[in-house]
C-alpha cells in the first residue's frame, strides 16, 4: 500500500510540475495557450441543482479532482484550501472552490454532500456521470484511473492539484499538493487580487 502511495504521488508530482511549466510559457507573453485547459461542463452539485461552468464568469474559481475513498491527497488538500478561505476572510467571500469526483461509481450527490460538509462551506462537491467523465479529464487534463487493491476493492490514481481560475473563465495556474502554504497563499492573493 507504501508503494502505492508513493507512485500516486509521485504521478500527482509530475502532473504538477507539467501543468506549472505550461502555465509559465503562457504567461512569459505567449499570446494563445499552448495547451488548452477546462471547458464546458454542467455537474450535479452537492447543494441541490446543477452547476454550470458558463455561470462561474465573474469571480474567480478553483477545481480540485479527487474521490472521497482518498486517504490523504484530497482529505489534506481539501482542509488546506478550507484553512485559507478561512485566513482570507470577508476578501474571499466569493471565491468558490470545487471538488469534482473522479469516482461516480460510488460517489453520489448524497455521499459528496456529506463528505464536503466536513470543510468550508464554500465548497461545493460536483458529481459527473459516468458518461461525462472522460471528456471533463480530458478538458482539463486530469488524469484518473481505477487501482485494483489487496482487498477486491480499488482506489484511484489521480492528478493531485487544485486548478485556478480567473474571473474570465481562464486557466490561471495550479496549487501542487504539498506546495509550501506561503507560495499557495501567494497564488491565491494575486488571483483574488489582494
Given at each position: 500500500m507504501r508503494r502505492l502511495q508513493f507512485a500516486v504521488?509521485?504521478?500527482?508530482?509530475?502532473?504538477?510540475?507539467?501543468?506549472?511549466?505550461l502555465f509559465y510559457i503562457q504567461s512569459q507573453g505567449s499570446s494563445s495557450p499552448l495547451v488548452q485547459i477546462g471547458g464546458d461542463f454542467t455537474l450535479a452539485s452537492s447543494k441541490g441543482g446543477a452547476v454550470q461552468s458558463r455561470?462561474?464568469?465573474?469571480?474567480?474559481y478553483a477545481l480540485f479532482f479527487g474521490f472521497t475513498h482518498c486517504p490523504e491527497v484530497c482529505p489534506t488538500t481539501l482542509y488546506e484550501m478550507s484553512g485559507a478561505l478561512?485566513?482570507?476572510?470577508?476578501?474571499?467571500?466569493d471565491f468558490r472552490v470545487f471538488f469534482i469526483t473522479v469516482d461516480p461509481e460510488r460517489d453520489t450527490v448524497e455521499k459528496m454532500r456529506d463528505y464536503i460538509a466536513n470543510f468550508d462551506p464554500r465548497m461545493e462537491a460536483l458529481v459527473p456521470t459516468i458518461e461525462q467523465l472522460?471528456?471533463?479529464?480530458s478538458d482539463f487534463r486530469v488524469h484518473y484511473a481505477k487501482v485494483p487493491t489487496s482487498?477486491?476493492?480499488?482506489?484511484?490514481?489521480?492528478t493531485a492539484s487544485v486548478y485556478l481560475?480567473?474571473?474570465e473563465g481562464r486557466f490561471a495556474g495550479t496549487i501542487a499538493f504539498g506546495e509550501a502554504p506561503e507560495l499557495r497563499e501567494g497564488k491565491l492573493r494575486k488571483l483574488l487580487g489582494l
Open positions: 504521488l509521485g504521478v500527482a508530482a509530475l502532473a504538477a510540475a507539467l501543468l506549472g511549466y455561470s462561474l464568469t465573474g469571480k474567480p478561512t485566513a482570507f476572510g470577508g476578501a474571499a467571500k472522460p471528456k471533463l479529464a482487498d477486491g476493492s480499488y482506489t484511484m490514481d489521480h481560475f480567473d474571473a
